[in-house]
C-alpha cells in the first residue's frame, strides 16, 4: 500500500530523480504518518508511553531563575514552561520528530523559535493561554465533517491537532482561531484544498497534508513562516510546488508564497475619536485665545531590526526599508501634527530621508541616537537607531534640547553608586530619551516635549520601572529650570498688534504644559504605568524584583507631573503593537492633565481588517507599531497675569 503511494509520483517526483536530504525527510514523515491511520493512533500510543515512563526523576531548575510575576509587563513566550504541557498531563503528545516544539533556549521575545538568538530582539511576545492539556486526536475516526460552529475552535490553547485518515473534504476558515497550533495533521482525507485562512496560523511548524487530492496551495500559507515541513506527498500538487519543496524544501516554498501573494484589500480610514462634543469644539473654535497643539507618536521600526528573522511573515519586498520609508512619511505628514515623535531612527535615516523630506513642510528636527554609537566606526554608527523630534518651526521656537542617558543618569545618583544591580542591570542599557523645550512664538506658552525609547526584555521588568522614573526626575528637573526662565517679549509687530494676552508665566514647573510619549515597552499592567499615571509606586513593587536602587528602592519613586495618558480619555485603545506572538498597548502619549486637556486622539485600526492579517508590518502598515496622534488644548494659566487684567481672566473662566 506504502510502495503504491510513492509510485504514482510526478514527473518532477523523488521517483524520478535522486532524492535530496529535504525529499528524503518528507518521504521519511509521510511514512511515519500513513501508520498512524487506526483510531486515536496518537492517543494510544502516548497513554502506553505515559505508563512505562518512570516518574521518579527530579527536576533539575536553575536556582538564579528569577519567576516572572503574572501580568505585570509585556509576557515571554519563552521565559515560562507553562506553554506546553508534558507526556504525564497531555492525552496525545507527539515526539521531537513530529511537533518541533519551541526550544528552551530560544530567544527571548522572538517571534520564530526556529532561527538562532540575535543580540537584541526587541520584540515582545505573548504566550498561549495555559490548559492542563494541549494535544487534541481525532484521527481515524470517519470524521465528514467539521460545522463551522464546532466547539473544536473554542480550543484556542491547542499546540497539536490531528486530524488525520478522516473522510473530510473541507477545513472551515474556523480553523484560524487556533492560533497557538504548532502541528496540524491533515493527511489521508479527501481535501482538494485548504482555506486560505490556514495563513493565520503562524505558529505552525508542521503541517501534515500527506495523501488528499490537492493540487494548487492558497499563497496565504506564505505567512507560515515557522513550518519547518510542509507534507504534501501522495497529492496532484502542481509540479513546480512540489519541485521547491524536492529541491529546497519547505522554507523555499514558503518564501514564494509569502513574495507572490496578492495585496489584500487596503483597511479603512482610522477616524478621529473626539473626546470633546461639537458644541465645544465650536465654542473654542470662536474663541480667540483657544491655544491648541497635536502630538504624534511613532516607533517606525528601524531598518537594522526589520529582518526576516523576525518578521519572517511579511513579503520581502514589504520589508524593504526602500518600500516602508515611503509609507512611513505618508502617514506622518497626513496627519500634519505639530510635533513629531519617532523612536527607532537611525542616523542614515534621520539625515538623509526624514530631515530631507520634512523641511518642506515646515519641520525642523532634533535627534540623538543610543550612546553606543560612540564606540562604532562610521560606517557602523549610521546604522545605531535613537529618538527625533520634530516640531512646526512657523509655530514654535525651540529654546533649549537635552538628551536623558539612563545610564549615565543612574551613575550620577549618589544612592545608586553603592548598588549591584545598577552596574549589572541598569548601566548595560543604552536606551535613551530626548526631551525639548519650546514657546510658541505667538503666545509664549511653553511646552515641554519628551520623546522617549524604554528597554524591551521582560526580564528587566525593574530597569524599565528605573529607566520611567529617571525620565520623569529628570523632566522634573528641566521644567523647574524652564519656569524661572523669564517671558519673551513679541517677536514680531504682527505680535503686538494682534488680539493677544501677555506672555503666561510659571510659578514651578509642574504649571509647564508637559508631553512624555514613546516606546515604554510596558503594557498597562506595568509598574511603568502605574508610576506614571498615579505618580508613584511602592519601594516593593513586584516590578523592581527585589532588586536594589536606593531611595527608589527604600522609599518609592514618585513625581508630582498629574500624568494621564491621551487615549484613555477617549476610552483606551486595544493594541499599539500587532505581531502574531504579541498583541497589546506598550506606546503612550502622556500629558501633563493640570494644564492640558484632550481634544481628540486617531482612531484604532479597524478590528475587521486586523482579524484577517497575521501581523505589522505588512504591505500597508510599515511598522510592527501603530503611530498615535492626540490634540491638546492649552488651560489658561490663571496666575500667569496681574490682577489688574480682570477682564482677560474673566474671558477664561
Known amino acids: 500500500m506504502h510502495n ?237 510546488l512540489k519541485g521547491m519543496v524536492q529541491k529546497e524544501g519547505t522554507p523555499a516554498l514558503i518564501s514564494y508564497l509569502r513574495d507572490t501573494c496578492p495585496m489584500p484589500p487596503p483597511p479603512p480610514q482610522r477616524v478621529w475619536k473626539n473626546v470633546i462634543s461639537p458644541a465645544e469644539r465650536e465654542a473654542l473654535a470662536n474663541d480667540p485665545h483657544t491655544e491648541t497643539f497635536s502630538v504624534l507618536c511613532y516607533n517606525i521600526l528601524c531598518e537594522k531590526y526589520a529582518t526576516e528573522k523576525l518578521y519572517g511573515y511579511t513579503p520581502s519586498w514589504a520589508l524593504s526599508w526602500d518600500y516602508r520609508k515611503e509609507l512611513i512619511l505618508t502617514e506622518v505628514m497626513t496627519y500634519d501634527a505639530d510635533f513629531l515623535c519617532l523612536q527607532e531612527v537611525d542616523i542614515a535615516q534621520y539625515e538623509d530621508y526624514f530631515v530631507k523630506h520634512l523641511q518642506g513642510q515646515d519641520y525642523e528636527g532634533i535627534y540623538y541616537p543610543k550612546s553606543r554609537y560612540r564606540t562604532m566606526s562610521d560606517i557602523e554608527r549610521r546604522q545605531v537607531d535613537g529618538c527625533a523630534t520634530f516640531y512646526k518651526a512657523s509655530k514654535y521656537q525651540l529654546v533649549e534640547r537635552q538628551l536623558i542617558e539612563f545610564s549615565t543618569v543612574a551613575m550620577q545618583r549618589p544612592d545608586f553608586k553603592k548598588t549591584d544591580d545598577m552596574f549589572n542591570r541598569v548601566l548595560g542599557k543604552d536606551h535613551i530619551a530626548v526631551t525639548c523645550l519650546f514657546e510658541n512664538k505667538k503666545t509664549g506658552t511653553r511646552v515641554i516635549v519628551a520623546n522617549a525609547h524604554i528597554h524591551w526584555d521582560p526580564n528587566f521588568r525593574d530597569v524599565k520601572l528605573v529607566q520611567a522614573a529617571l525620565l520623569v526626575e529628570e523632566i522634573e528637573t528641566i521644567a523647574a529650570y524652564f519656569s524661572k526662565l523669564p517671558p519673551r517679549p513679541p517677536i514680531s509687530l504682527d505680535d503686538q498688534l494682534g488680539p493677544s494676552r501677555p506672555p503666561p508665566t510659571y510659578s514651578d514647573g509642574t504649571k509647564i504644559p508637559t508631553i512624555i510619549c514613546g516606546d515604554f515597552n510596558s503594557i498597562p499592567s506595568s509598574g511603568v504605568w502605574e508610576f506614571l499615571s498615579t505618580g508613584s509606586v511602592p519601594p516593593d513593587h513586584p516590578d523592581f524584583m527585589s532588586h536594589l536602587y536606593g531611595k527608589y528602592t527604600t522609599e518609592g519613586p514618585k513625581h508630582r507631573l498629574s500624568l494621564k495618558s491621551a487615549y484613555a480619555a477617549a476610552g483606551d485603545i486595544s493594541l499599539t503593537n500587532y505581531t502574531p506572538r504579541f498583541q497589546g498597548v506598550i506606546d503612550y502619549i502622556w500629558y501633563s492633565a493640570g494644564n492640558l486637556s484632550v481634544n481628540a486622539v486617531l482612531g484604532e485600526v479597524d478590528k475587521g481588517y486586523l482579524e484577517k492579517v497575521v501581523g505589522f508590518p505588512n504591505v500597508h502598515f510599515p511598522s510592527d507599531h501603530v503611530c498615535l496622534v492626540s490634540e491638546f488644548r492649552v488651560k489658561p494659566v490663571r496666575d500667569a497675569l496681574p490682577s489688574s487684567t480682570s477682564s482677560s481672566n474673566g474671558t477664561h473662566s
Open 4 to 240: 503504491q503511494h510513492i509510485g504514482q509520483a510526478s514527473p518532477g517526483s523523488a521517483a524520478s530523480q535522486i532524492i535530496t536530504p529535504h525529499w528524503q525527510q518528507q518521504l521519511l514523515k509521510c511514512e511515519m504518518i500513513r501508520s498512524s491511520r487506526l483510531p486515536h493512533h496518537r492517543a494510544r500510543a502516548s497513554a502506553m508511553a505515559s505508563r512505562t515512563v518512570t516518574k521518579s526523576a527530579i527536576p533539575i531548575t536553575n536556582p538564579n531563575h528569577v519567576k516572572p510575576s503574572n501580568g505585570t509587563d509585556v509576557p515571554d513566550a519563552a521565559s515560562k514552561d507553562g506553554g506546553t504541557s508534558t507526556a504525564s498531563s497531555t492525552p496525545a503528545p507527539t515526539t521531537a520528530s513530529e511537533s518541533s516544539p519551541v526550544s528552551a533556549n530560544s530567544a527571548p521575545n522572538h517571534p520564530s523559535a526556529t532561527v538562532a538568538p540575535i543580540s537584541e530582539a526587541p520584540r515582545p511576545t505573548a504566550e498561549p493561554p495555559e490548559n492542563t492539556w494541549n494535544s487534541l486526536d481525532m484521527g481515524g475516526v470517519n470524521l465528514k465533517t467539521i460545522p463551522h460552529n464546532s466547539g473544536l475552535f473554542t480550543f484556542t490553547f491547542l499546540i497539536n491537532l490531528y486530524l488525520n485518515h478522516n473522510s473530510l473534504t473541507a477545513v472551515p476558515p474556523e480553523i484560524s482561531k487556533l492560533r497557538h497550533l504548532e502541528l496540524l495533521d491533515l493527511s489521508g482525507n479527501a481535501l482538494t484544498t485548504v482555506p486560505p485562512e490556514m495563513g493565520m496560523l503562524t505558529q505552525l511548524k508542521e503541517l501534515y497534508l500527506f495523501d488528499n487530492q490537492i493540487v494548487m496551495l492558497p499563497p496565504e500559507l506564505g505567512s507560515l513562516h515557522q513550518l519547518q515541513t510542509l507534507g504534501i506527498e501522495g497529492n496532484p500538487l502542481d509540479a513546480s
